[in-house]
């Protein structure tokens, strides 16, 4: 008999990589049979092929954000998406459930919760979403990236662990020169036009500086030929590309990082201890990514740029400032690294473990097919 375990999430890097640092952990300490279930994007695939994790996909319709007409589209395939998902769980028979949120974990989750399968969930941001909400009603154990402020959570079913993030993030040797004082600007798997564009702006403004100057720049598919045809006219030392599988190095390397303040990028700068520029997405569900980036703003690891705010002139400014002061940088650095959970993935499985202790000491486990 083997512990079988799912793990819902995707559709997004911020809910798949905790996901895959969760399923290595249950894999490491339990030799457990770990499957996803996702949405049917190839990028998704791609990634869980890397790591060897088995899935399945879901087929379900985000609700937030979306227009009218696509929320109606949302709430009417809302009951196909649970049936699909019901009878997916049926055939798996998983001792447990773990939801990482997005909007594939609601019907998932509401499913698991209807077969009386244990249900775990983690809320990776400041503010709760929608989905995390409502599956917080059925959830026997709810963790936490960031303390619930607002109480929208059950406190009696909370735990605050962290955000599991990949191992590499915590082991990673590259060491870091004094010079070039170098800046990674990286905007999420989807990119950020208006940071690539703001960085093009800055080059000019930081002209005379260029010799002690180097930049990593994640540009996303749009903007990388315009990105790098700026640096090579202004004379800039950098390395550009529209993604990179080596993010951990590049912020080994690194010694401002600029990007936006989604859950796991705020706890892969924690875990390698780098002060953050943090221009929060400002369409993000509930301004989350301002709430979360506020967090480590207040804790010293990081400064604030609205993205209304982020220009050219901001960033040459900003940059010049940290140049100009090790000290304030050691200082941020120190205020960042002391907000890591590196045993966050750990604690999660060893939460998930718990449920399935019942009062008599007995452990689910997956009968497999049989």
Same mark, same amino acid.
């Given at each position: 008999? #083997?512990?079988?375990?799912?793990? +819902?999430?995707?559709? &997004?890097?911020?809910?798949?990589? @905790?996901?895959?640092?969760?399923?290595?952990?249950?894999?490491? $300490?339990?030799?457990?049979?770990?499957?996803?279930?996702?949405?049917?994007?190839?990028? &998704?695939?791609?990634?869980?092929?890397?790591?060897?994790?088995?899935?399945?996909?879901?087929?379900?319709?985000?609700?937030?954000?979306?227009?009218?007409?696509?929320?109606?589209?949302?709430?009417?395939?809302? @009951?196909?998406?649970?049936?699909?998902?019901?009878?997916?769980?049926?055939?798996?028979? @998983?001792?447990?459930? $773990?939801?990482?949120?997005?909007?594939?974990?609601?019907?998932?989750?509401?499913?698991?919760?209807?077969?009386?399968? @244990?249900? =775990?969930?983690?809320?990776?941001?400041?503010?709760?979403?929608? &989905?995390?909400?409502?599956?917080? !009603?059925?959830? !026997?154990?709810?963790?936490? #990236?960031?303390?619930? +402020?607002?109480?929208?959570?059950?406190?009696?079913?909370?735990?605050?662990?962290?955000?599991?993030?990949?191992?590499?993030?915590?082991?990673?040797?590259?060491?870091?020169?004094?010079?070039?004082?170098?800046?990674?600007?990286?905007?999420?798997?989807?990119?950020?036009?208006?940071?690539?564009?703001?960085?093009?702006?800055?080059?000019?403004?930081?002209?005379?500086?260029?010799?002690?100057?180097?930049?990593?720049?994640?540009?996303?598919?749009?903007?990388?030929?315009? +990105?790098?045809?700026?640096?090579?006219?202004?004379?800039?030392?950098?390395?550009?590309?529209?993604?990179?599988?080596?993010?951990?190095?590049?912020?080994?390397?690194?010694?401002? +990082?600029?990007? !936006?303040?989604?859950? #796991? &990028?705020?706890?892969?700068?924690?875990?390698?201890?780098?002060?953050?520029? $943090?221009?929060?997405?400002?369409?993000?569900?509930?301004?989350?990514?301002?709430?979360?980036?506020?967090?480590?703003?207040?804790?010293?690891?990081?400064?604030?740029?609205?993205?209304?705010?982020?220009?050219?002139?901001?960033? =040459?400014?900003?940059?010049?400032?940290?140049?100009?002061?090790?000290?304030?940088?050691?200082? !941020?650095?120190?205020?960042?690294?002391?907000?890591?959970?590196?045993?966050? =993935?750990?604690?999660?499985?060893?939460?998930?473990?718990?449920?399935?202790?019942?009062?008599?000491?007995?452990?689910?486990?997956?009968?497999?097919?049989?």
């Amino acid at each position: 008999m #083997s512990l079988r375990v799912v793990i +819902v999430g995707g559709g &997004t890097g911020g809910h798949l990589f @905790p996901g895959i640092a969760v399923g290595q952990e249950f894999r490491r $300490l339990f030799k457990a049979e770990v499957i996803f279930l996702t949405t049917p994007k190839a990028v &998704t695939r791609r990634v869980l092929g890397q790591y060897g994790l088995s899935w399945e996909e879901v087929q379900c319709r985000a609700l937030k954000g979306q227009g009218l007409f696509g929320r109606i589209r949302a709430c009417w395939s809302l @009951p196909g998406s649970i049936w699909q998902a019901w009878r997916c769980l049926r055939r798996l028979k @998983p001792a447990l459930v $773990l939801g990482m949120g997005g909007h594939v974990a609601g019907p998932v989750g509401l499913a698991a919760a209807g077969l009386g399968i @244990p249900l =775990a969930i983690h809320e990776q941001n400041t503010i709760p979403g929608v &989905t995390n909400c409502l599956l917080a !009603r059925r959830a !026997r154990r709810v963790f936490l #990236s960031f303390p619930d +402020v607002q109480g929208k959570l059950p406190a009696e079913r909370c735990r605050l662990t962290g955000n599991p993030i990949r191992g590499e993030f915590f082991q990673v040797s590259v060491a870091r020169k004094a010079r070039p004082f170098t800046v990674l600007v990286m905007g999420g798997s989807q990119g950020a036009h208006h940071l690539n564009v703001a960085v093009v702006e800055a080059l000019g403004e930081l002209a005379d500086l260029k010799g002690e100057l180097q930049f990593f720049h994640l540009t996303g598919e749009a903007d990388e030929e315009m +990105v790098k045809a700026a640096y090579g006219g202004e004379g800039f030392g950098a390395e550009v590309a529209a993604f990179s599988g080596e993010v951990a190095s590049l912020m080994a390397r690194a010694h401002l +990082v600029v990007c !936006r303040a989604g859950a #796991s &990028t705020l706890a892969e700068l924690a875990a390698m201890g780098r002060a953050g520029l $943090l221009v929060p997405y400002p369409f993000a569900a509930n301004n989350h990514q301002e709430y979360n980036a506020r967090y480590f703003e207040a804790a010293g690891g990081a400064e604030v740029v609205l993205n209304k705010d982020f220009t050219g002139e901001v960033l =040459a400014a900003k940059i010049r400032q940290l140049m100009a002061s090790p000290e304030e940088l050691a200082g !941020r650095e120190a205020a960042s690294k002391s907000l890591a959970k590196p045993q966050a =993935a750990r604690e999660i499985v060893e939460g998930c473990m718990e449920l399935l202790c019942a009062e008599d000491g007995k452990i689910w486990l997956s009968q497999g097919d049989g």
